[in-house]
Structure formats: C-alpha cells, structure tokens
C-alpha cells in the first residue's frame, strides 16, 4: 500500500474500534488526574501513582498489541483486557520507554555539561538516533518474535526506516512527534476543573486515544510492509 492507502486504513481501523477510544479515554483521563492530583498525605499520593502506572501499563500493552496483530495481517482491531498477561506485557513495554527516556535525559544532561561543540553536535546527533529508535522500538520488537533485545536493535530499526522508504518515514517520524506530543501534553497538563481546562479534557478523553489508535496502527502498517518486502 502506499501512503494514501495506509492512512486512510489507520483511520478505519480507528472509528472502527470506538469502544475501546472510549476506554482508552477513561483510562488517559483518569491517569492524568492521579497524575495532577496535589495532596500532603503521602499515602494516598502513593496510591495515585500506582494506579496511573498500572493503567499506562495496561494502555501501553494494547499499544504493542495493535502493532503486533496488525504485523501478522490481523485487520480488526484487539480486544482491550484487563488481566495479567496485559499487565506483563504494558510492564515490558513501559520499560522500553523508561530506558530510551533514561538515555535521552542522559544526553541532554551530557550536552549541557560539555562546552566542546564537536562534542555537542554528536551527543545532539545521537539524542535524534535515539528518538527515531523509540518511535519504531514496538515495530522492531513485533517483528522480531517479541524479543526485547529487538527494541534496542539500532541496525534493525534503521533497516525497517529504510524499507518502507524516505517518504514515509518522514511522514512517520513527523506525525509520530506532533501526535505522542499532544498525547504527553494531555497527560501531564492535565490541570484542576475550570472553564480553560475544559478544552483539556475533550483533548485528553477524545483526541488522545483516537490519535493514538491511528498512530499505532499507521506504523504498524509500514512494519507489515517491511515484512511483506
């Protein structure tokens, strides 16, 4: 398929699978209120922030699941469960996340400590490296048999890039950047109810999950054509 034709089957997928834009929108809004909330007892902030990390395991495991159906030629969408196996699996995947964010703040911090500029320049060269890698971290793992070295396999991520060609790629990495920063923005700016944080909430209950629906299934989309070429 060409671009036209894997963004217009993103799309389907996506309104297809409105029950689960649905769930995915509680569980967006409900973590990012845990994620807000300001309170001195340290009990009940400790409570919040267990169950807004147990709810991004769960929606980061039907995140890779997408991709993972959709590599194997599976064209309806997942059912989203809670249980353990999807609890296991949002655990691997968070922790993906967790270590490429750990190296990209890793690097920033490097790059504001060193005044050499030819040091800088490749510190910045490899902070870009590491966030085109997280982006297809999930592509690559999928394609690999689930391994979890796949999704810190810089050669392959960059062969999958390759593959599916510069064009999208570029739309890819792109889109990719503006939809994950809308979806981070609604999280954690997710503020206290009054009339301009009303926006926030449609954002964060509507526009997050369908985008990151679409996004997921957009990329799982060149990952299936990777394997088809």
């Known amino acids: 398929m060409n671009l036209y034709d894997n963004v217009h089957n993103a799309f389907k997928f996506t309104i297809k699978n409105w029950k689960d834009i649905i769930l995915l929108g509680?569980?967006?809004?409900?973590?990012?209120?845990?994620?807000?909330?300001?309170?001195?007892?340290?009990?009940?902030?400790?409570?919040?922030?267990?169950i807004s990390t147990i709810l991004l395991f769960f929606e980061e495991s039907y995140r890779y699941k997408i991709i993972e159906n959709t590599i194997m030629g599976d064209n309806n969408p997942p059912k989203l469960e809670f249980n353990t196996r999807f609890l296991k699996?949002?655990?691997?995947?968070?922790?993906?996340?967790?270590?490429?964010?750990?190296?990209?703040?890793?690097?920033?911090?490097?790059?504001?400590?060193?005044?050499?500029?030819?040091?800088?320049?490749?510190?910045?060269?490899?902070?870009?490296?590491?966030?085109?890698?997280?982006?297809?971290?999930?592509?690559?793992?999928?394609?690999?048999?689930?391994?979890?070295?796949?999704?810190?396999?810089?050669?392959?991520?960059?062969?999958?890039?390759?593959?599916?060609?510069?064009k999208n790629a570029l739309f890819l990495i792109i889109t990719g950047t503006i939809s994950y920063t809308?979806?981070?923005?609604?999280?954690?700016?997710?503020?206290?109810?009054?009339?301009?944080?009303?926006?926030?909430?449609?954002?964060?209950?509507?526009?997050?999950p369908i985008l990151l629906l679409f996004m997921t299934r957009l990329m799982a989309l060149f990952g299936r054509e990777a394997v088809n070429d």
């Open 26 to 50: 509680i569980i967006l809004s409900i973590g990012a209120s845990l994620t807000e909330m300001k309170t001195d007892n340290s009990i009940l902030l400790t409570i919040s922030i267990i």
């Open 89 to 166: 699996e949002g655990m691997i995947e968070s922790s993906i996340l967790f270590i490429y964010t750990v190296i990209a703040l890793v690097i920033s911090q490097l790059i504001d400590m060193i005044s050499d500029f030819s040091i800088q320049t490749i510190l910045s060269i490899l902070g870009i490296i590491i966030f085109f890698s997280v982006i297809a971290s999930g592509i690559n793992k999928a394609l690999h048999d689930g391994k979890f070295k796949s999704a810190f396999n810089l050669i392959e991520i960059f062969a999958f890039y390759k593959n599916i060609g510069f």
């Open 182 to 208: 809308l979806i981070i923005e609604c999280v954690f700016d997710f503020g206290n109810l009054n009339l301009t944080s009303f926006i926030d909430i449609i954002i964060s209950f509507f526009l997050s």
